[in-house]
C-alpha cells in the first residue's frame, strides 16, 4: 500500500509539475501572434521583433547550466515554485510594457525562468522513477509542455481577436500565477532516501563537474542533434511560420497560424511515440537518422512548390512535427551516458547547445528574411537537418 501511495504521488507530482513548462513554452511561442502586432501597433522593425522574440531563448541558455547546478543540489519543489513565479511576472510585465526595453526586460526575465521548467520535470522523474522508465515520462513531460506552444497559436489569436491582445496578455499573466498555486499545492520533494545523490555531489568541486560534462563527447552529439531538430519548432512554430506562410503562399493569418499549429500536434502525437519506442525498441538510431531525413524532404517541398493549397500546407507542417518526436530520445541517452549524480548538469549543458543554437537560428534568419527574403532564410533548415543525419550516426 504504501508503495502504490508513493508510486500515485510520483505521477501526480511530475504530471503536475508539467504545467509549469506548459505555460512557459507557451510564452516562448507567443511571437507567431504577438510579431504582426509589435509591428503593427509599436513600429517595430522585422530585426527588432526577432531579437526580442530571441532574448527569450539567449536568456534562458544563459542560465541553463546554472539551474542544473541548482537543481542537482536543492528542492526541487521549491526551485520551480520561484522560477514559475518568476514567468508569470514577467508575463505580467509584458502585459503592461510599451518600450523596447520594458519589452525586453520582462521576455528575458520569463526566459530565465524558463531554464527550470522542463529540466525541473526531468529531475523529478530522474529522482522518481527508474531509468527504463524515463523516456516515457519525458516524453509525456514534453507533449504537455508542447500543448503550450499549440494554445498559442491559433486558439491565442482568436483570444486576441475577441478580447484585444492587452486583455489576452492580462488573461495570461492571470492564468500563470493560478497555475502557480497549484503547483504550491501539489508538488512534493522525492524523499530522503532518493536523494542520497544530492549530499554525495555537494562534495565534487564545480569546476570538476563541468570539466566532466564538457569532455563527453556525447553531451555535445546529443545537444547538437537536438537542437537542429528544434530549428523548424523555434522558427517557424515560435516566430517567423505565419508570416512566411502569408508572404510565400498567399494565405491569411488566420489560416497560416492554423498551419503552423499542425507543428505542435504533429508533435504531441509523435513525442510519446518516440519515448515508447526509445523504452521498448532496439532500433533507436534508426529512428534519428530518419526523421531528419524526411523533415528535410518536407521542408524541400513547402519550399520549391507553391503556392500550396492550406490543406496540403497544413499536412506537411503536420509531418513535420510528427518526425521532430524523435528528438526527446537525446534526453534519456544523456542521462544514461553520465553519471547519474550529474543528471541535471549533463541535461543543463546539452539543453544549453539546444536553445543556444535555436536563438542564434531565429536572430540569423529574422536577419536574412528582413534584408533577402523568406525563401533563402527558410531554405537553410532543410540543409541543417542533413547534418542531424550525420550527427545521428555517431550518437550512442
Known amino acids: 500500500m504504501q508503495a502504490f501511495n508513493m508510486t500515485r504521488t510520483a505521477w ?14 507557451f510564452q516562448m511561442n507567443l511571437f507567431n501572434v504577438m510579431g504582426p502586432h509589435l509591428v503593427e501597433a509599436n513600429h517595430f522593425t522585422l530585426f527588432q521583433v526577432g531579437l526580442l522574440s530571441a532574448s527569450f531563448l539567449y536568456a534562458q541558455a544563459a542560465l541553463l547550466i546554472i539551474a542544473g547546478l541548482i537543481l542537482d543540489r536543492y528542492s526541487t519543489r521549491r526551485i520551480i515554485l520561484i522560477a514559475m513565479t518568476m514567468v508569470a511576472t514577467g508575463t505580467l510585465m509584458f502585459a503592461f510594457g510599451h518600450s523596447i526595453g520594458v519589452l525586453f526586460f520582462a521576455r528575458i526575465l520569463t526566459g530565465c525562468a524558463h531554464a527550470f521548467a522542463i529540466l525541473g520535470c526531468f529531475q523529478l522523474i530522474v529522482r522518481y522513477f527508474p531509468v527504463d522508465k524515463n523516456s516515457l515520462l519525458m516524453g ?6 508542447l500543448c503550450g506552444g499549440l494554445c498559442a497559436q491559433t486558439p491565442f ?16 499573466a492571470l492564468l500563470g500565477y493560478v497555475i502557480t498555486i497549484l503547483l504550491f499545492g ?11 545523490n544530492r549530499v554525495a555531489i555537494e562534495k565534487i568541486p564545480i569546476l570538476l563537474q563541468l570539466k566532466t560534462i564538457m569532455t563527453t563527447m556525447q553531451n555535445w552529439l546529443c545537444g547538437f542533434y537536438a537542437s537542429i531538430m528544434s530549428f523548424p519548432l523555434l522558427v ?40 515508447a519506442i526509445a523504452d521498448f525498441s532496439k532500433y533507436k538510431r534508426n529512428v534519428l537518422i530518419a526523421s531528419p531525413a524526411l523533415m528535410a524532404l518536407v521542408f524541400l517541398i513547402i519550399i520549391l512548390f507553391k503556392p500550396l493549397p492550406l490543406s496540403i500546407l497544413i499536412l506537411l507542417f503536420f509531418i513535420k512535427g510528427l518526425l521532430s518526436g524523435p528528438q526527446v530520445l537525446v534526453y534519456p541517452m544523456i542521462v544514461s551516458n553520465n553519471n547519474p549524480q550529474l543528471a541535471g548538469l549533463a541535461l543543463g549543458f546539452s539543453s544549453t547547445l539546444i536553445i543556444l ?30 547534418l542531424c543525419v550525420i550527427l545521428a550516426l555517431k550518437i550512442k
Open 12 to 25: 501526480l507530482t511530475c504530471l503536475v509539475a508539467a504545467l509549469f513548462p506548459f505555460y512557459s513554452f
Open 186 to 196: 501539489v508538488l512534493v520533494d522525492p524523499p530522503p532516501q532518493n536523494e542520497n
Open 357 to 386: 543554437c535555436g536563438a542564434i537560428a531565429q536572430t540569423l534568419l529574422s536577419g536574412l528574411a528582413a534584408t533577402l527574403g523568406f525563401d533563402l532564410a527558410i531554405f537553410l533548415l532543410p540543409m541543417a537537418l542533413l
Open 140 to 145: 509525456i513531460v514534453i507533449t504537455i509542455a
Open 236 to 275: 517557424l512554430g515560435a516566430a517567423w511560420g505565419a508570416s512566411y506562410l502569408v508572404d510565400a503562399h498567399m494565405i491569411s493569418k488566420l489560416e497560416a497560424t492554423s498551419a503552423t499549429l499542425m507543428i505542435f500536434i504533429g508533435m504531441i502525437i509523435g513525442t510519446p511515440i518516440a519515448g
Open 157 to 172: 489569436l482568436l483570444v486576441v481577436n475577441t478580447l484585444g491582445m492587452h486583455t489576452a496578455m492580462l488573461l495570461n
